[in-house]
């Protein structure tokens, strides 16, 4: 099973909203991300846990806080976005190690209205 | 810093035509390299990987030659199908901490026409 589930796959919120976003994956992964893709372009790093623990914030505004709860679940909390936050957020885990392969989520597209 | 440098698209072919995109990198380190592809609408599936020198990744037909000389990972396919419409990205994870944070390029739009 290489499955990484997003949820919710859609999700429309006004700027003075807090909602989250979740991500599971049952494949054993210590190293879990957060990714950023805005339309026509790549995805951008957002935050990595390794073993539970923040190991990487790409300088991400505070409004976007993640939590990683246990080695299964991934959180995203939103508050007070702005409408140049609407994006496709991408979940993703890997084993630790080199040359580990990252197994995506299918997303979840936000738009801040 | 890293980097990944991947040819613009849209590319455009018929089917059964030949498909190469191509793919450089700078690292500063050894990484290791990936090619995901990513349908409409849909998040990023990991096609292929190579993770040293001279070793050749592949599947569904897709293959890459990781290149340390010319500092390459260019895609290939032999025979393309409309279901390969999508768009490729190369990456790289050069991992110091024991997680692979990946690097994209720009990514790669394939269009394939009947």
């Known amino acids: 099973d290489t499955e990484v589930t997003q949820t919710p796959k859609h999700l429309v919120m006004g700027m003075t909203n807090k909602k989250s976003l979740k991500c599971e994956q049952h494949m054993g992964h210590r190293a879990m991300y957060w990714y950023k893709q805005k339309a026509k372009k790549p995805p951008e790093l957002m935050f990595v846990y390794s073993y539970e623990k923040l190991s990487i914030n790409e300088s991400v505004p505070s409004r976007f806080s993640p939590e990683c709860p246990n080695s299964s679940l991934l959180n995203l909390h939103l508050h007070a976005l702005q409408p140049e936050d609407s994006a496709l957020y991408l979940c993703?885990?890997?084993?630790?190690?080199?040359?580990?392969?990252?197994?995506f989520g299918q997303g979840t597209r936000l738009t801040v209205v | 810093g890293d980097s990944v440098t991947q040819m613009e698209g849209p590319v455009t072919l018929s089917e059964e035509a030949f498909l190469t995109i191509n793919c450089t990198y700078t690292a500063t380190g050894y990484p290791s390299l990936f090619w995901y592809v990513q349908y409409p609408g849909e998040g990023l599936q990991l096609l292929l990987k190579?993770?040293?020198?001279?070793d050749k990744g592949s599947n569904k037909g897709f293959e890459a030659t990781y290149r340390k000389e010319t500092t390459s990972f260019h895609l290939e396919k032999g025979s393309v199908q409309v279901s390969d419409s999508a768009v490729y990205f190369c990456?790289?994870?050069?991992?110091?901490?024991?997680?692979?944070?990946?690097?994209f390029g720009a990514g790669t739009r394939l269009a394939v026409h009947p």
């Open positions: 993703a885990s890997s084993q630790t190690g080199t040359g580990a392969s990252a197994f």
């Open positions: 990456a790289l994870s050069d991992p110091p901490g024991g997680y692979n944070k990946l690097i």
């Open positions: 190579a993770t040293k020198a001279d």
